[in-house]
């Protein structure tokens, strides 16, 4: 990455040094040199005042204190600005003409950059690797607040050429790893290779992060209202739900957009009647590619602020549950969309389980706990939102409202019964408060509530900090 | 004539810098929002030979505007820090990949779009 300075002094490098060379700078300067006599004092006041705009645009300190009257100091002054920008340059730049200029080809030709790309925050760092960290303190009704610093993940990224680059996210969950110990986990939330052969035709593998959904590929706290994940996104599609595999991802135009792979599948013997098959995702350990999952999402951006998507899985999920593979497909439909102040999201997500009652009775057989899993289950969330300051601002305040509903045992298979604690919905109220785009203050209050007469859902409220690096 | 010399020396540096068309009016103006993992458009076409300008604002963090055809590669910053003007020439026809050079999340590598020149 580089800045304005970068930019510009590429652009005079490749353009003086690659293609004139000094020495034809000297001689251009000598012929053109006459011409400039005959040029008037104040015509060359004028036009070096022009020149001084314009290296302000490359440094909006440059010509304080210079007297206005004194064109030799001014001109002092815009020589050494340039010979310090040049000189700063050359040493990165000589070694290697080869592989820049063809970057700067003829077909594309820069002109200018300007704008606030300075307009970072003065004093911000950025470091070489990126990151996001999520500290929440939960509190059930009846109970205290539990602190947890619930997830600190690393990003890495390598760029191997223009078209092969790799990508990672590594996790370490609620602070602590101890062996053996319930406590926290190190996952690697994803690591792939990507190669880019076509806008419309890309190839990539690795672990992969499953393409459903809103969350599970837009997860960076300052992306979602809320201390936690939506429970619908939790329970009934799982987050952060990643599997090894390959496929390809695209840009088909028009505001179209693919990603379709083939990956590990699910463990069925993980399902759960509370959990659904969110307890079922492998994260890569111990997975099996025998009947590999086949995971496909359709995206449309293509109108400013609303993005529209659609997700289809399928897959045999039985690997360890021998003469048992039942089949797993989830239908999912979500979208966003901005309006002024106002944010809108939502989803809707659909799951199916076959053959779930041999697989009950499977399942019990090898633990000796019915697991009591659904046939189907079923979840929706919607969200307004309302951006509480005038947009644009440096600072956010969003006040928001989820309503969920979410049912992992919405069909049972022949012979069972559904629990109804497990046919629940919440209300998700709360603000979040960014002081930069990047950090994001959170509270909300759940309440949470279920069919059940004797299992009561507790209400809950949290807070959290998130940020983005 | 040491004034003119050097007068002369920086008035043809930045000529080549910004040259004629630094204040020319473009001639086709596209304002592209970048947020978590788009650019929108994320497919832009124009004709050979216009004076483009690309207006980039991100509705989240600071993302990244990089094309190699053109060796740009710069910051827009993060949503309410303001905007970035770039302008190119298209030379030639051709197809030329852009993508965000900033890591910007978990889905940076989906963020790319193309630029036809017809």
């Known amino acids: 990455m580089v800045n304005i300075h970068d930019v510009t002094v590429v652009i005079l490098y490749h353009q003086i040094m690659a293609k004139m060379g000094r020495p034809i700078l000297a001689g251009i300067l000598l012929c053109l040199a006459p011409a400039l006599f005959a040029q008037s004092s104040s015509e060359i006041e004028r036009r070096v005042s022009e020149l001084e705009e314009k290296m302000r645009l490359l440094d909006p300190a440059f010509g304080k204190g210079i007297s206005p009257q004194d064109l030799i100091s001014r001109l002092d002054q815009l020589e050494k600005k340039l010979n310090g920008i040049l000189a700063a340059r050359e040493p990165e730049a000589m070694p290697a003409p080869a592989a820049v200029a063809p970057q700067v080809g003829p077909a594309l030709v820069p002109v200018s950059v300007s704008g606030d790309y300075q307009a970072s925050p003065a004093g911000e760092t950025r470091l070489p690797v990126s990151g996001y960290m999520d500290f929440h303190a939960n509190k059930e009704s009846g109970e205290s607040f539990r602190p947890d610093f619930h997830r600190f993940v690393l990003l890495f990224g390598h760029s191997f050429s223009d078209r092969i680059k790799f990508w990672s996210e590594l996790e370490i969950e609620h602070a602590l790893v101890e062996g053996g110990e319930e406590t926290g986990e190190v996952a690697v939330e994803q690591a792939y290779l990507d190669f880019f052969v076509k806008p419309y035709f890309n190839v990539r593998a690795g672990m992969l992060l499953t393409p459903m959904g809103i969350v599970n590929e837009r997860h960076e706290p300052p992306s979602f209202n809320g201390v936690e994940r939506p429970f619908v996104e939790t329970l009934i599609i799982p987050t952060t739900w990643r599997e090894l595999g390959f496929g390809i991802t695209g840009d088909l135009g028009r505001g179209f957009r693919y990603r379709t792979y083939l990956t590990s599948s699910l463990d069925a013997r993980r399902f759960s009647g509370e959990g659904g098959i969110s307890t079922g995702k492998t994260s890569g350990f111990d997975a099996s590619f025998r009947n590999p999952a086949k995971v496909g999402r359709l995206e449309y951006a293509g109108v400013r602020r609303l993005t529209l998507g659609s997700s289809f899985y399928s897959g045999h999920a039985g690997y360890r549950t021998p003469g048992i593979n039942p089949g797993v497909s989830i239908a999912e439909f979500d979208g966003r969309y901005s309006f002024r102040r106002f944010d809108f999201r939502g989803l809707i997500a659909h799951t199916w389980v076959t053959r779930a009652g041999e697989l009950n009775r499977r399942v019990q057989q090898q633990t000796g706990v019915n697991p009591n899993i659904g046939s189907q289950m079923r979840g929706y969330y919607l969200e307004p939102a309302f951006h509480m300051l005038r947009r644009p601002a440096r600072y956010d305040l969003i006040a928001f409202a989820r309503y969920e509903k979410y049912n992992t045992q919405q069909t049972m298979p022949p012979g069972y019964v559904p629990l109804p604690q497990f046919d629940r919905f919440s209300w998700v109220t709360g603000l979040t408060f960014k002081p930069n785009a990047d950090i994001a203050i959170k509270f909300d209050y759940n309440f949470n509530r279920n069919r059940s007469s004797i299992v009561q859902a507790p209400n809950g409220v949290n807070l959290g900090i998130g940020w983005w690096f | ?118």
């Open chain 2, 1 to 118: 004539m040491v004034v003119l010399m050097r007068f002369l020396k920086a008035l043809f540096v930045f000529g080549l810098a910004f040259g004629q068309d630094a204040g020319r009016r473009p001639d086709r103006v596209v304002n592209i929002l970048a947020e978590r993992f788009t650019y929108n458009p994320s497919r832009i076409t124009v004709k050979q030979g216009e004076l483009v300008e690309f207006v980039l604002i991100s509705d989240d963090t600071d993302h990244g505007f990089k094309i190699p055809a053109a060796g740009i590669d710069i910051a827009i910053p993060q949503q309410g820090m303001g905007e970035v003007r770039v302008r190119f020439v298209a030379k030639e026809k051709g197809r030329f990949g852009f993508e965000c050079s900033r890591a910007c999340g978990a889905g940076h590598h989906l963020m790319r779009g193309e630029l036809v020149v017809q």
